[in-house]
């Protein structure tokens, strides 16, 4: 190795190389089919707590690129010296179990492809649905790992899944409905789910809010369906445990690990080698993915690490949570992120609410983890009365103080659910899965119409 290259404290270097196809269904036509290659290596390096990182379309000179790193790296330091805590030591990588893609989509026909997403929009294309959309996705990924610990690894992974979503209108009011699942698989991903069949309940959905009401807001009990739940950890609490926010002093739960900062009955799970769409066999900073308990019964026990956040707040997790989008620097990032199952169920919540809401699915929301606030919008829900569900409601969303929401779970039942999407932070969007099962929340804040 070049002597640039052994001044680095630590350095590492991957390649990757991934190909990609997608096709969109507008209204019954296609509007487009895509493919997507892509050929690359980045390097990194640490030089007295300064970061240097390169990447490069082109894979044939790795040691150009990792002593620009280097160089970079030091030069940061030169301009604006910190006081690094180095990387937290970790074992070698061991990788297993890796899922496999038992229908290559490269090896499935084009035209049965398109046959299938026309199909679905038919499907979805109920009485009063004006309009639909249907998108397909598939990729093949390949990387290379190396590092100047001495770690050497390459795996390779297929994702695969679809999104419908289908709009209503009904004078001049309009309504949507979305279904999606998305995985670690390859074209098998059809044979697990009924595609048609959820495009229709995407359609029906669009079509039975056209007549919901709209809820008066308040203060009340609510039960959160397990899509709802799960977004609600991910964005409120897997944001702030993510340690590069509380290092930066941008998280509600800085200095609680080891404090209860929730109801006994919650435990929270980030597990990374989970077969889900958020599932990796080793994080960017080449540590093995293990499952992290983020709330044990109640209590904060880790945050989600890199090797570096992990040296600076020791005592707080293990590292393994690195990740980047394509070619890019490696951040903190969430996995697959779950309430676990609970003893409760839906009919028991029910019955202790008596009066209040019921709220299924999600359409996006804002959170702010420095801050604790957060404001989630619901697909749709129910009025909850006399321990019965009436009323179907539209435009309800959930907002709150997260350590609130988490002191006031009633009740968990035992129904989890995982929902597939892609989630957003400093530029780069990765693939994750949240879930969780029905929960009983005894006060919250609704929003409606007033």
């Known amino acids: 190795m070049h002597l640039a290259v052994l001044q680095a404290d630590f350095h590492d270097i991957r390649v990757l190389r991934s190909t990609g196809r997608s096709i969109f269904i507008d209204n019954g036509q296609i509007e487009q089919i895509s493919n997507n290659f892509t050929h690359g290596t980045s390097c990194r390096a640490l030089v007295n707590g300064s970061w240097g990182f390169v990447s490069s379309d082109d894979s044939r000179d790795s040691i150009h690129l990792l002593e620009q790193a280097v160089n970079l790296a030091s030069q940061t330091h030169a301009k604006s010296p910190r006081k690094g805590k180095g990387l937290a ?76 979503t289908a709009v209503s209108s009904q004078n001049g009011n309009f309504q949507m409905g979305r279904r999606s699942k998305f995985d670690v698989c390859g074209f098998e991903l059809f044979d697990r789910y009924d595609a048609p069949a959820l495009a229709e309940e995407a359609g029906n959905t669009a079509v039975g809010l056209l007549s919901a009401r709209v809820p008066k807001g308040g203060r009340m009990p609510v039960i959160l369906d397990q899509e709802l739940a799960g977004v609600f950890i991910h964005e409120a609490v897997g944001h702030a445990v993510e340690a590069d926010h509380v290092v930066e002093g941008n998280s509600i739960l800085a200095g609680k690990v080891g404090s209860r900062i929730a109801a006994p009955c919650i435990t929270v799970v980030d597990d990374p080698s989970m077969h889900r769409y958020g599932y990796y066999p080793m994080d960017d900073d080449g540590v093995e993915s293990v499952a992290t308990t983020v709330i044990d019964d109640g209590v904060l026990r ?74 989630f919008n619901a697909e749709r829900g129910y009025m909850v009365e006399n321990g019965e569900l009436t009323t ?43 879930g969780s099962p029905h929960i009983l929340v005894s006060k919250a804040l609704v929003g409606g119409s007033g």
């Open 302 to 375: 880790s945050y989600l690490h890199s090797k570096e956040t992990a040296a600076i707040l020791p005592g707080t997790g293990r590292p393994g949570h690195a990740r980047s989008q394509g070619l890019s620097r490696p951040i903190i990032r969430m996995s697959n992120t779950y309430i676990g199952n609970g003893d409760s169920g839906l009919d028991e919540m029910l019955a202790e609410m008596k009066d209040g809401i019921y709220l299924q699915g999600s359409r996006g929301g804002q959170v702010n983890p420095g801050e604790g606030v957060f404001q």
């Open 89 to 164: 030591e970790v074992p070698q990588p061991r990788l297993h179990n890796i899922p496999a893609a038992h229908k290559k989509p490269g090896n499935v026909p084009i035209e049965e492809k398109v046959e299938m997403l026309l199909e679905m929009h038919q499907r979805a294309k109920v009485a009063d649905v004006t309009s639909t959309s249907v998108l397909y996705s598939e990729s093949e990924l390949v990387v290379e790992y190396r590092n100047s610990e001495g770690v050497e690894a390459e795996y390779s992974l297929t994702r695969t899944g679809f999104a419908v």
């Open 392 to 434: 179907p409601l539209r435009d309800v969303s959930l907002s709150g103080h997260t350590l609130d929401i988490l002191q006031n779970v009633q009740l968990v039942a035992g129904d989890m659910k995982m929902n597939s999407g892609t989630c957003g932070k400093g530029g780069q969007a990765v693939p994750v899965c949240d």
